[in-house]
């Protein structure tokens, strides 16, 4: 595949800023140009086409230009970040790369050869088809990462479609599948993206002022931060026009203060999965939690209260799992979901929900009710075992100020009370003594 139609529209806007990094602007004119010099450094280092390629490092005109470079020179590509140096390794050996271009905080980078040859049997094909690809891991929240190869024909033929053109803060990682659909939608529609050094409230309210940002993609976790941080009272973020939020379940009670603080800006749920893609989305409304799921070519069905997709954009499968497809192309996303008409709500992942005696209790509920309590900051719900009713609902909260926790745990199953069921009120509660966040603003939910 060739990225000419994607170069040909960054051509007609040479002049745009598409790239701020460190509150400097590269122009599309500046980065056609880094990717012409790419093309150079990779004929001089000898990676061929086909080559599978990690690139190490995070959003920035370097790594945005090489990743541009390799796609159109049909490799696979493999982004890595710091928030998964511990797997490095593992990855690199799943992926079977040849190649790891190491980005630096400064910019500098530097090549690492390999002694690999890659015998996998999807890569093989992929690579015998000239087709570029794309690895990303997915988080392991419950056990291994799976590596996930994507086609990239297929993935990026979306965005061949015009939309419309913002300045877009690259909250999701590099190595995100959220990540990388802000950059290439930015990139295909002549908008600016936003890279970030730091995500917490008070930096990124900073960047949406200083830059005029428009779209802000991110987790209904920040979210809930940058409300309990107030950091938005002190910025002007009259700019922005719209916020996305997806990668987990958003709670009620956190959707309705982002409404009530940002009453101007469209708030838009979005959906999708490293082995999808990102799927389009409409909210019903801005306060809403329920969303339409679709778009072109994809088709969707509920079987038991679960979500299943079927989408041309779909992985060519894992590299060191079964495939999760059926016969017929359709994955069982493994979301639950209630169902209104063409719209739905997702309730959690089927993994993360807790069973009390034969009763299933959704995290996000309990937690959207515990998120109104006075002096609660923060709130993760997750089962413990049980020998008598299998798993207990318990609860690990971040408070604004502190707070006996006799005390709260009394509080907690006062105020519950009048908002939940019997069995799903906590039984557990404990003060969290570290983040309850990981690196990619998910919650943690593990023991």
């Not at 015998?128 to 794309?134: I, N, R, V």
């Not at 709130?379 to 318990?394: D, L």
Request: with cysteine; aromatic share 8%; glycine share 6%.
């Amino acid at each position: 595949m060739s990225l000419g139609w994607l170069f040909e529209k960054m051509a007609q806007w040479r002049d745009a800023s598409a790239v701020i990094c460190r509150d400097e602007h590269t122009t599309y004119g500046e980065l056609l140009e880094r990717v012409e010099a790419w093309r150079q450094v990779l004929d001089q280092a000898g990676v061929p086409p086909g080559a599978i390629v990690a690139v190490e490092g995070e959003f920035s005109p370097g790594t945005c230009t090489l990743l541009l470079a390799l796609i159109d020179r049909s490799c696979i590509v493999v982004p890595i970040t710091k928030a998964v140096a511990a797997h490095r390794n593992d990855f690199l050996r799943i992926a079977e790369v040849e190649r790891v271009a190491v980005f630096d905080d400064d910019g500098a980078w530097r090549f690492e050869n390999r002694e690999i040859h890659p015998s996998h049997p999807m890569l093989r094909k992929l690579l015998d088809d000239g087709a570029p690809g794309l690895v990303l891991f997915s988080s392991g929240s419950t056990g291994e990462s799976k590596a996930v190869l994507s086609d990239l024909d297929r993935l990026l033929e979306k965005f061949k479609v015009q939309r419309q053109r913002l300045v877009t803060l690259t909250f999701l990682l590099f190595d995100h599948i959220g990540g990388f659909n802000t950059l290439f939608y930015a990139f295909s529609n002549g908008g600016a993206v936003v890279t970030v050094q730091s995500r917490s409230p008070e930096e990124i309210c900073r960047l949406i002022e200083l830059h005029q940002v428009e779209l802000l993609p991110t987790t209904p976790t920040f979210l809930n931060l940058l409300l309990l941080s107030e950091a938005y009272r002190s910025h002007d973020l009259s700019s922005l026009k719209l916020i996305t939020y997806g990668t987990e379940v958003m709670p009620d009670s956190t959707l309705q203060r982002l409404h009530e603080a940002f009453p101007n800006v469209r708030l838009q749920q979005t959906y999708g999965l490293t082995e999808l893609g990102i799927l389009r989305s409409k909210s019903q409304d801005s306060a809403s939690a329920w969303v339409k799921v679709g778009g072109e070519g994809i088709e969707t069905k509920v079987v038991d209260g679960t979500l299943w997709v079927k989408a041309p954009s779909a992985m060519a499968g894992y590299l060191n799992a079964p495939s999760p497809f059926d016969a017929e192309g359709w994955m069982n996303t493994e979301d639950l979901v209630e169902v209104s008409g063409e719209y739905v709500r997702f309730l959690g992942r089927k993994s993360q929900i807790i069973n009390v005696g034969g009763a299933k209790v959704y995290p996000a509920e309990v937690e959207s009710v515990l998120l109104q309590m006075p002096n609660v900051g923060d709130a993760t719900v997750y089962g413990r075992p049980n020998p008598i009713t299998g798993q207990i609902v318990a609860a690990r909260l971040t408070l604004r100020e502190p707070e006996d926790l006799a005390a709260l745990t009394r509080r907690v199953r006062t105020f519950c009370r009048e908002h939940l069921a019997a069995y799903k009120i906590p039984v557990k509660v404990e003060l969290a003594e570290v983040s309850q966040v990981s690196a990619r603003f998910k919650k943690i939910r593990k023991l």
